[in-house]
């Protein structure tokens, strides 16, 4: 049954860069659009929705890496060794990967807070964030229980793919994404947590090494597939026949009740 899930992972994936591809060679680069000063999507222009198929190599090598890791002799002794070694020095078990697996979204708000801005607005950014945890539960929480990979530690089978890592590196992804354009230092400054986040659930016992590449290649997919949509979504939160003294007013609240997860959305005119 694994095999045949990696296979169709894997037909997915490569499927999914073929169609981004062309939607790509398809799509004009720019639309001229004036806005407000404060709409932070641009005030000359609008770049329109597209998504770089180049930007989904890294986390496609990542969760391929973590699929094969599932069955594959060699990775699934690795994942082993990475294991004994780790018991072997009985280091001890913090649960700071609870928090740092949200850091980089909180530096975000934070720097912004204090004067150093990002590329997107207030507004902009959450839905965006959002979006990405959205959609890296939508990837994850499923997984878990089709795969039924047991942890390490054995408490459960919901090892793959590791939750904490997508969401630790989405964060940075985003992290990434607002200030790559203005301080490219600053703006890999989240990786560093999003690595720590992933060791320390290894560390803990709660994830194998393919659990925590794989929840990264998730976790930023999610984030670049949550820039790609925002346009999309900006739209239909704005309406794209807007007058432009409009008062209505838009608020989009995640949640997530009884393993459900999903987005609220409240508008008024």
């Given amino acids: 049954m694994k095999k045949h899930f990696q296979k169709t992972v894997m037909y997915a994936m490569i499927l999914s860069l073929l169609v981004n591809k062309i939607d790509a060679q398809n799509t004009n680069d720019t639309v001229n659009v004036q806005k407000p000063v404060q709409d932070s999507l641009t005030t000359t222009e609008i770049q329109k929705s597209?998504?770089?198929?180049?930007?989904?190599?890294?986390?496609?090598?990542?969760?391929?890496?973590?699929?094969?890791?599932?069955?594959?002799?060699?990775?699934?002794?690795?994942?082993?060794?990475?294991?004994?070694?780790?018991?072997?020095?009985?280091?001890?078990?913090?649960q700071l990967d609870n928090y740092t697996q949200y850091a980089p979204a909180v530096m975000v708000y934070g720097l912004n807070a204090i004067g150093i801005k990002g590329k997107h607005n207030l507004r902009d950014r959450t839905i965006i964030y959002a979006s990405s945890?959205?959609?890296?539960?939508?990837?994850?929480?499923p997984l878990k229980y089709l795969v039924k990979e047991e942890r390490p530690d054995g408490s459960n089978t919901l090892s793959f793919p590791s939750g904490h890592s997508a969401i630790a590196f989405s964060s940075a992804q985003f992290?990434?994404?607002?200030?790559?354009?203005?301080n490219f230092w600053l703006s890999i400054s989240g990786y560093p947590f999003a690595i720590f986040t992933g060791v320390y659930r290894m560390l803990n016992d709660k994830h194998w090494l393919g659990d925590v590449v794989a929840g990264a290649g998730f976790g930023i997919l999610s984030t670049e597939l949550a820039y790609w949509l925002f346009p999309k979504i900006n739209n239909i939160l704005r309406g794209k026949n807007k007058v432009k003294n409009s008062f209505s007013s838009t608020m989009v609240m995640p949640f997530y009740q009884n393993k459900i997860v999903g987005i609220g959305l409240v508008k008024t005119f």
């Avoid at 090598?61 to 002799?73: E, H, N, R």
């Fill in 50 to 94: 597209k998504l770089n198929y180049k930007s989904l190599i890294i986390p496609a090598t990542f969760i391929a890496y973590g699929v094969a890791g599932l069955s594959i002799k060699n990775l699934k002794q690795l994942n082993v060794s990475i294991k004994v070694e780790i018991s072997e020095h009985q280091p001890a078990q913090i």
């Fill in 175 to 182: 992290m990434f994404r607002e200030y790559k354009d203005t």
């Fill in 133 to 141: 945890q959205l959609i890296a539960a939508a990837f994850t929480i």
